[in-house]
């Protein structure tokens, strides 16, 4: 089966720190991709990469980045977290040429 | 903008019951709708996925109907159990010069009463 792990299921950043959230897959996945959830608001793309060091924004890219120097490795980057920002987000990955998204479990950060 | 209206954002129903949760969506040029189920603590999983050629896809208790002039689809899972209980998302899919993504909808919290 293939799998993506989050390693940080939980954090606790102070506003304005500078926060990374790590994925890996293991199944030499083309695509990955960044989800932030909140309730009432589904699943909303905030970046995603078809390759090594492509990058694209999705729909609420603002107060993001993403590193994807190794195929198996996508981070989120939060620059100055905002207490807007507290979510839990969920990276996913792709065969590039298949349908079903592969999800991790999600990593809960809360911005105090 | 969200393309993808789901509702209702939460459901209860008792063990046995129809649990029905509808979507609908505005891009005509979506081409896949695969609907994802998340238990608390896991990621959302797939759980089942129609085409829009076709009206209907039945998977066990799982079942999309797809109605392409009204651009709705919905999920209806038949004799829900107590294990059913979770989070619904249906998604689309749709094209862009790089490659395709998919649009989720807000998600609908399925409680089964045993």
């Known amino acids: 089966d293939v799998k993506v792990t989050q390693s940080s299921r939980y954090l606790v950043k102070r506003t304005g720190e500078k926060v990374f959230l790590e994925c890996v897959q293991d199944?030499?996945?083309?695509?990955m991709f960044w989800y932030r959830q909140d309730p009432g608001l589904g699943l909303r793309l905030i970046y995603f990469?078809?390759?090594?060091?492509?990058?694209e924004k999705g729909d609420i890219p603002e107060g993001y980045s993403v590193s994807r120097e190794k195929k198996e490795r996508f981070s989120l980057i939060l620059e100055s977290a905002s207490t807007n920002q507290t979510s839990m987000y969920l990276c996913?990955?792709?065969?590039?040429?298949?349908?079903?998204?592969?999800f991790g479990a999600g990593s809960r950060l809360t911005v105090l | 903008q969200q393309q993808v209206k789901q509702s209702p954002q939460s459901l209860i129903v008792q063990k046995g019951g129809i649990s029905i949760i509808n979507c609908a969506y505005e891009?005509?040029?979506?081409?896949?709708f695969p609907w994802y189920q998340q238990f608390p603590g896991k990621g959302p999983a797939l759980l089942i996925a129609?085409?829009?050629?076709?009206s209907e896809k039945k998977e066990g208790r799982f079942t999309i109907s797809f109605n392409k002039s009204a651009k709705q689809f919905s999920l209806h899972i038949m004799d829900s159990q107590p294990g059913d209980s979770a989070t619904y998302f249906c998604a689309a899919r749709g094209w862009e010069t790089s490659g395709s993504r998919l649009t989720f909808g807000e998600g609908t919290q399925l409680t089964v009463n045993p």
């Open positions: 129609i085409r829009p050629d076709v």
């Open positions: 990469s078809y390759d090594v060091k492509m990058k």
């Open positions: 996913a990955s792709r065969d590039g040429g298949a349908n079903v998204l592969t």
């Open positions: 199944m030499d996945h083309e695509n």
């Open positions: 891009n005509t040029a979506f081409d896949y």
